[in-house]
């Protein structure tokens, strides 16, 4: 691969790893296409994230009945932007959370897989372990703040539902001059300004729960299932095989770790008239199987397969197409 600027030509040569794919010449260039496909990902598929959120929230009188449902009621109660409630601080930390955790996992690869290895199961998992701990130290704030957001309707309709009680909502992290939907600047201040730093990373254990398994299966997934698609005179797997391994392998990720997505999902989640307070994972695996039954750990299973799908199909997709090195490549020449 030819140098795109002289970051990249200070820095040893990619290695092909298991027939995964070329990795990019430099540090900039990968952090820069996994922003980028970071930022068009979620753009698309962020309504389909929002509706997931809500559906897994809900218990007890469902308002829901699935995602259209969700959808439709969202449009028509906050606008077609109401189905954006909360993307701007995804579209704000979302290019360091995929930079982050898209580069992580090429560098651990490059770190395990020595020698040109092919294929390597458990060091392609350990790889992606590490992607995923590093992510998580952005996701978890990110996550939590877009939660709030996202589940604000649900929280308001449940507030109208049942304004003859006398009963007022639970809402930690908040005050009483707090707005019935507070921006994510303010729910940011609250929880910094009464439980500090660690109130922001308020369900980061979850969030490790979550993320590691993800990665676990998904990076070595679509590492095979990528290297199927290679062509042995450019190094690389055509774009449409990329973003179609990319879906595969984010899909089957994304169900299978499902349960910990909704638990992690309850225990960041504002909490409103009859919702429970859980203290802890198993706090919460447990009310929820006493008081929902096991069919509540698959909420949103089918949303979030809509979301993950696409969003790592584009991810994957836009890091392949080397977007990173082109943008880089125009800024240099135009210094």
Known sequence: ????????????????????????????????????AGLVGVTCVFPIDLAKTRLQNQHGKVAYKGLIDCLVKTARTDGFFGMYRGAAVNLTLVTPEKAIKLAANDFFREQ????????????????????????????????MLKIQLQDAGRLVGQQHRTCTSTASPV????????????????????????RGLSGLYRGFGATLLRDIPFSVIYFPFFANLNHLGINEATGKAPFAHSFASGCLAGSLAAIAVTPLDVLKTR???????????YNGIIDCARKIWTHEGPAAFMKGAGCRALVIAPLFGIAQGVYYLSIGETILTFFFRSS
Not at 22 to 31: A, D, F, M, Q
Not at 123 to 143: D, I
Not at 171 to 194: G, M, Q
Request: charged share 20%.
């Open 1 to 36: 691969m030819r140098p795109i600027s002289l970051i990249s030509e200070a820095l040893p040569g990619p290695k092909h790893h298991g027939g995964y794919a070329e990795l990019l010449g430099s540090i900039p260039s990968k952090l820069t296409n996994g922003g980028v």
């Open 112 to 143: 395990l897989l020595e020698d040109g290895s092919k294929q390597n199961l458990i060091r392609e998992m350990l790889a992606g372990c590490g992607a995923g701990v590093c992510q998580a130290v952005v996701t978890s704030p990110m996550e």
């Open 171 to 194: 809402r930690p992290y908040t005050t009483d001059s707090t707005p019935k939907r507070p921006s994510a600047t303010i729910i940011a201040w609250e929880v910094f300004r009464t």
């Open 267 to 277: 225990i960041q989640t504002l909490k409103g008239v009859g919702d429970k307070a």
